[in-house]
């Protein structure tokens, strides 16, 4: 049933009540600087289910037409442009209703793109899936740090682990509850970046639907990081210690972050889409077109600029800790990909791939795609 509605989700375009727990506004920090580390050990998040998939959302570009089985559905377009002054509310993606409501029309959680001058095209989707990605790697890191554990997740090509390392933690308590939330942010990245390559080599959320057209769209892991980066302001200014908070918290800031970036208005977005027409994107191709996007980041790395045309405002830096005390954090904890059942174009890795191989992948993936676009030219594929 999920699968079904998935599908549908892709061709057409749940959150309950939060209620704020405290008065203190929670807001973002300045995101050229790196994460300001918390100064109290705030209470806790109980351990939380994964997050269940990731929210069906957006191909770059707008008012974007689909195809099923190579015949064109009528009447369809993805129109994908959100307003940064409306986003609507937030809700842990912990189970198929955010697919439903999104279905149905009734998410009252509001993605899509957003053009911001400062940090280029924002997929709210991504910045969302992220933020919550790091919520419960927190909650599974915190109560276990220093402790041999192993967490599985789904496969996506192949087998998905997360492995925390044994080893002796700070004796402070603060200086554990910063490891936990850096390690949850550094570690959910890589989940996003996994995904982008997972897409290019051939993982299908529904089978025998395409991914290709998303892998590592322009917009997609500065998103990623995004998130990572609320959700770390989140975690060190005491705002997650229960579900409901955490997501008023995410739906307070999400509007602060996008003026931070200076988001425009949706009729700006589309104008920026138009100026890129021909040349990011092709709005002639249809989904699952993999050219629908021209132009891709290959980029894995947690620290980076945005993919943007050109503007008078400076770029907007953003970057997560990769280290702790002189420490890097893949002596903490990593993620690894094992062989998995069906690993489609993925070559099979001797034992597993880690974050290091992530870059090897998406610089094959770049060059493969520099010479499908030079035999297409500005056809679609």
């Not at 192993?150 to 002796?168: A, H, P, V």
Request: charged residues 20%; neutral net charge.
């Amino acid at each position: 049933m999920k699968k079904v509605l998935l599908l549908l989700c892709l061709f057409l375009n749940a959150c309950h009540a939060s209620i704020p727990l405290t008065d203190k506004p929670i807001t973002p920090g300045d995101f050229q600087l790196p994460p300001t580390p918390a100064q109290h050990v705030w209470p806790a998040i109980l351990p939380l289910p994964p997050p269940d998939g990731l929210r069906p959302c957006c191909a770059f570009g707008y008012n974007i037409r689909a195809k099923l089985l190579g015949v064109p559905v009528p009447f369809f377009q993805l129109r994908n442009v959100v307003d940064p002054d409306n986003t609507g509310k937030h809700h842990y993606n912990d189970s198929w209703k955010s697919i439903f409501t999104t279905l149905t029309g009734i998410n009252s959680e509001l993605n899509g793109i957003i053009y911001t001058r400062r940090g280029g095209f924002i997929d709210l989707a991504h910045v969302r899936d992220t933020a919550d990605n790091t919520l419960w790697l927190f909650s599974k890191i915190w109560p276990a740090l220093g402790r041999a554990t192993t967490i599985k997740m789904s496969d996506e090509l192949g087998q998905r682990i997360i492995r925390l390392r044994q080893f002796s933690p700070p004796e402070d308590m603060l200086a554990r509850y910063n490891l936990s939330v850096s390690l949850a942010a550094y570690l959910a990245f890589q989940l996003a970046a996994w995904h982008e390559v997972a897409q290019w080599y051939g993982f299908e959320s529904v089978p025998g639907y395409p991914e290709t057209v998303s892998a590592f769209s322009p917009e997609d892991l500065y998103s990623n990081l995004l998130g990572a980066r609320m959700a770390t302001d989140i975690l060190n200014s005491g705002g997650a210690s229960s579900l409901p908070q955490y997501q008023y918290s995410m739906a307070q800031m999400l509007p602060l972050a996008l003026a931070q970036l200076q988001a425009v208005s949706p009729q700006a977005t589309r104008f920026h889409f138009d100026m890129l027409d021909g040349i990011w994107w092709n709005n002639h191709c249809r989904l699952p077109d993999k050219f629908l996007v021209r132009l891709r980041n290959y980029s894995v790395s947690h620290q980076r600029l945005p993919s943007r045309p050109a503007d008078t405002v400076p770029e907007l830096w953003l970057t997560l800790p990769d280290h702790f005390d002189h420490r890097p954090l893949s002596q903490f904890a990593r993620l690894e990909i094992w062989r998995g059942d069906r690993m489609a174009n993925l070559p099979s890795p001797s034992l597993m791939y880690s974050d290091d191989d992530f870059v090897t992948l998406a610089q094959q993936a770049a060059k493969n795609d520099r010479h499908a676009l030079a035999k297409i030219g500005n056809q679609c594929d």
